[in-house]
């Protein structure tokens, strides 16, 4: 067996059937064996390297399961960066398969095709975890340390590199299996430290991340025996259903931040505590997979590590004994949202829009934002009724992520309709995977608002710099034409009524790409809703 061969072997073991790749000479004996695991794997070819990167991405976040690309090295990995930095962001399993020079060679500076200094070390500092396949012996162990260390603990991405002589090497090989791994113990007495704060607490708030989606259960629950509203902002979004009273986004959030006496964060970074600041009459308890986190603005008053739905239905059942009898908050949450509802109808176009895909995009459909004006008010307004439906960049924020990686959502999700937002200067970064999006009959609907600029750039650049207009201003294509000129659909919506009618003919189309060009002008900015001031401490 090859070291090719047992690489994907492992992989299929592992419960991988994709893999998104863009084929080259330093891997050409992993394509050969992906070619005769054709019945297990199949293969997503990209036009790009930073396409097939993303688009593993996008597969895990919307499947919470390991996802793979495949590279060659040097300019191959480096084009795969900003999706690789951002799967680390985004605490996404995604592990990159990455070729090398021959083997004797590395380190050495000899000028081979693609080499690149330390490629190891620049690996290092992107994933949690990395290795080199040096034979076929080694392949399966490395493949399955690789798998477990993206679901330990933490998720998050690793990458394993090849030698292009080492690939087709020849060798025994015994397959290893999957490794297990375990959440740790959950600590009882900090559980019920938690249950007595959270109990006791006149104005208890719920703060969620990426790390709650898979608690979604848990935390609708609690949220109903507390009274407790659930803030989510961008990846947050979802755990609480958008129509239940208590759940919020910003700037609601903002203003009961400096109402709470108690704040339960669910798997989030907590950047809160930075923006709007903390003092000695707000006890802060942390929920968080990585035991690092919870302390590295300020120690919080109890951190539990590990798995957010188990750690909470243990906080459940202990304020059974320990909770404060509560009356309903849903007239008080419905008039203040009502307040802030009225608020952003500064937003009106982009709310406009938003409410157009509201209205055609299924409960269970997913919405994949983008850096843009529609993508911003998204965080803020667009109702999410369930878990993983909302897939937002994170704290990278990234433009010209959306495409690319919503493709991936859809391809690993084809039951599931699924509609991109971007702006023409974040779409055109990866404008090229329409031809993957053809050629692969992945049936995403991606909408581009079109103003002929880098937005937010120009908008800074009028009101800060005396309207100094510089860099900010773009050449697009006629957008329906170049997605047609692909053999994808394509239309153009002039208005959120026509954009209803466009999305209801894309939604009904499942065997390829559709493209809604939607020109647009300067949107009103939503920042005052988003950078919002420091309000304790």
Known sequence: MTTADATVASLIAHGIDTMYALPGVHNDHLFEALFQASAAIRVVHTRHEQGAAYMALGAALATDRPQTYAVVPGPGLLNTGAALLTAYSMNAPVLALIGQIPDADIGRGLGHLHEIRDQAGIIARLVDFSGRIRGPEAASGLVAQAMAAMRRGRPGPAALECAIDVWGRKGA????????????????????????????????????????????????????????????????????????????????????????DVVLAVGTHLPQQRQWGIDDQLAVIRIDADPEEPARVQPPAVALIGNAAPILRRMIDALATRNTARKSRKDEMEERQAHWTKRLGKLAPQLGFLAAIRAELPEDGILVDEVTQVGFAARLAFPIYRPRTFISPGYQDNLGWGFATALGVQDSRRDTPVIAISGDGGFMYTANEMATAVRHSIPLTTIVFVDGAFGNVRRIQEEQFGNRLIASDLVNPDFVHFAESFGAAAERARNPDELRGALRRALARRDGPTLIEVPVGPMPSPWEFIMMPKVRG
């Open 173 to 260: 090989v015994a397959m290893e299996p999957p490794l297990a791994t375990s959440a740790p113990a959950i600590d009882e007495d900090a559980v019920k430290e938690a249950a007595k704060r959270l109990g006791a607490a006149k104005r208890p708030l719920i703060v969620c991340g990426g790390g709650a989606q898979g608690a979604s259960t848990e935390v609708t629950e609690l949220s109903a025996v507390l009274q407790a509203p659930v803030l989510g902002y961008r990846r947050g979004r979802g755990v609480l259903d958008s129509r239940d009273p208590l759940s919020v986004t910003l700037p609601l959030g903002h203003e009961l931040w400096a109402q709470a």
